[in-house]
């Protein structure tokens, strides 16, 4: 059974960085079949697609984030990161991490198929 | 930027069949999927390329895809089936990844 499950400081001074960690179980960072993904829910509102990233080390942001999001993976720890910078109160969030299944059509398509349960982060 | 529209809010008694739409310019040319999420929990693939239901899923649960309009169809909706729903695909390039509003499912 695939888990994931998200860590990292839950309270961030403004203009900092926030850095959090997404471990996961039951399958591996290196697979050539999935991408990792991160997603953040402001309380209250929807969802986000921040960005993922692949074994080979590719990765794809959110162009509304790309300026200041970096995603880093780890596969001697099985885990991959997320890194936020000049964090400001609108990055209060819910932060998902998830495993992303994917299938090359006329596009490339990504789905979040796992999901972790999520951590608070507030920046105040 | 691209943009995926949802309904704010549908409501359904038991047993009557709620739909839930999302619209959007690329739908024509791009697949949907459709995420459950209950108050506190993370979300969940209900629906995956327009109309694939992942194990698990009930059968009262489908998706349908026309033109630039997308609808989640619960038949049968059971109070359980309260829940927000996201509707998430991508602009017609492939690079924008983008969540719909949500839809808020109220079923009494």
């Known amino acids: 059974q695939v888990q994931l499950q998200e860590s990292g400081p839950g309270l961030v001074k403004p203009s900092q960085t926030l850095t959090l960690t997404c471990t996961v179980s039951?399958?591996?960072?290196?697979?050539?079949?999935?991408?990792w993904s991160w997603i953040r829910q402001p309380a209250g509102k929807g969802l986000e697609w921040i960005g993922r990233?692949?074994?080979?080390?590719?990765?794809d942001y959110n162009p509304s984030l790309e300026s200041r999001v970096t995603i880093s993976l780890d596969a001697s720890k099985n885990q991959f990161s997320l890194r936020l910078t000049s964090v400001a109160a609108a990055d209060t969030a819910v932060y998902y991490c998830a495993r992303d299944d994917f299938r090359r059509l006329n596009l490339n398509y990504y789905y979040m198929d796992v999901w972790g349960k999520g951590t608070r982060v507030t920046v105040s | 930027s691209y943009e995926l529209t949802q309904p704010p809010s549908v409501s359904v008694s038991p047993g009557q069949t709620a739909r839930i739409t999302c619209s959007g310019d690329a739908l024509p040319k791009t697949y949907v999927y459709w995420y459950q999420q209950k108050s506190g929990q993370a979300p969940v693939l209900v629906i995956y390329?327009?109309?694939n239901r992942p194990s698990g899923i009930p059968e009262r649960f489908s998706g349908s895809s026309s033109g630039t309009m997308a609808t989640l169809t619960v038949s049968g909706a059971q109070v359980e089936d309260e829940a927000d729903y996201y509707c998430?695909?991508?602009?017609?390039?492939?690079?924008?990844?983008?969540f719909g509003g949500g839809t808020k499912l109220t079923v009494l």
């Open positions: 390329e327009d109309s």
């Open positions: 039951g399958d591996s960072v290196s697979s050539r079949s999935y991408y």
């Open positions: 998430y695909s991508t602009d017609s390039s492939g690079n924008q990844w983008v």
């Open positions: 990233i692949y074994t080979t080390g590719s990765t």
